[in-house]
């Protein structure tokens, strides 16, 4: 029985997998642009980009994937988003905001002097943000991103709330047969791969230790 | 034709007025200190200069061009223009601490295409021979003493080819025996085509190496002349009463 139980429970944990690394190619820059806004000197798109960041993360991401999900079809009698997309927007969405507020304490931590030697310089204000600014905000906000991106692998479980299959719900299928085990299995899963990952952020986080400040 | 002119120069921040009207004039191959009391405003006036801030009113011309196009707001690409003209050396240095030595210094060169990544790399380690560091040139910021980055930052400048250098009290964050060899690269590099001005409360150094000397208390200039004639003959009450103050303090 191990061997299908780990095939069927290596396919669930494709689909988690599938969720995790989508999620993170949107919402990584994703966030830059909310953290720009939420520190633009315009006033009123700063004040909606806060709110915005306030309300996602003032709320379940569960009811996010609900709202997602159901919400054009209750509200605006417009055509549901296939499962799988609308699981992606709704956590591109929530972890965008998250991932914006790490890079906002971490650009405002950067000292005004830095940017001052880059104007004087002559250099643009792109030149400044992403030579100058933007390599020393990565190394100082590896910490609180790992710990993030770890919270993301175990989150993706929240999918199968509008009924996108994962592992979870590939462990929970065997019950019907009289299984237990495999539902306690898929907790391998999760942890081997946040190992990876932990040793992974530790490998860059040493490579960037190159420096200090 | 004086190389920088700077006219009725005024900043003010909320209600203090700052800086109340400066002007003064630099021949090409100068080199200006400016010295006064904490507060009068150097520092306001080094930035002004390297429009870190904007002057309220006021003029400023390098080689008879006017910078600030009178009243009228300038667009972030003139303002980047006009900076190009002047190169500022900064009191805690700000290094970019990712950056080794080298990369500090060819980093804006590089990025604005002044010329072939070849010939940056080796004007820059000229610059660093100069400074004497050119053993350091892949050491990173950290691993180097304040007075040694200072010195970087002092090549870093330079390599824009700015017409007006200016340093606003570059050895005041250094411990004291670390002040002299910092003093002697700036001295070094004075030349025919590199002017400067050095804000300072080193006087023996501003007496040995500046052309003029201002002397600015409470957002005007006092003083303007020689060394000699400020330093041993001043005629205004004020700058020896800071003289004065100054040499007690020793
Ligand atoms: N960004 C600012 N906002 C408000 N006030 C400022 C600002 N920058 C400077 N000031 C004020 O301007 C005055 C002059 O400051 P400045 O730094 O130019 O003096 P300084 O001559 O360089 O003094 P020091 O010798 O201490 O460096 C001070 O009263 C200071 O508080
Ligand atoms: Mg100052």
Redesign the pocket.
Known sequence: MFLPVTLELLGGFWESLKVFLLTLAFSLPLGLLVCFGSMSKFAPLKALMRCFVWVIRGTPLMLQLIIIFYGPGLLFDLPAMPRFTATIVAFAINYACYFSEIYRGGIESIARGQYEAGQVLGLTKGQIFFKIVLPQVIKRIMAPMSNEIITLVKDTSLARIISVYEIIWAGESFIKKGLLWPLFYTGAFYLIFNGLLTVLFAKIEKKLNYYRG | MALLQVENIKKR??N?Q?LKGISFTLERGQVLAII??????????LRCLNFLETPDEGEISVGGKPLLNLGQTLTEEQVRENRLHFGLVFQNFNLFPHYNVLENVTLAPTLLNTDTPERIKAHAMELLEQVGLANKADAYPYQLSGGQQQRVAIARAWAMHPEVLCFD?PTSALDPELTGEVLRVIKGLKGEDRTMIV?THEMEFAKSVADVVIY?ADGVIVEVGTPEEVFDHPKNEKTRAFLQGFQESF
């Open positions: 921040f909320g203090n700052v006064g009391s904490s507060g009068s405003g150097k520092t306001t006036l009290e804000v600015m």
